[in-house]
């Protein structure tokens, strides 16, 4: 059986649909969690 591109595509479309679906439903848990994220990375970077 061969991997075609076709069936890389889907997988990553799947993969993508999997994630978005995700970030939806628990919105407010990936809104904290991508403020948190954010503020850690600028911390980081003015720390250097």
Do not use: C, H, P, Q
Request: aromatic letters at 16%; charged letters at 25%; a negative charge.
């Amino acid at each position: 059986m061969k991997i075609k591109s076709r069936d890389v595509a889907f997988f990553f479309l799947g993969v993508f649909t999997l994630i978005t679906i995700n970030a939806v439903l628990d919105w407010e848990g990936t809104k904290e969690a991508y403020d948190e994220a954010y503020k850690n990375a600028r911390f980081v970077e003015s720390s250097n």
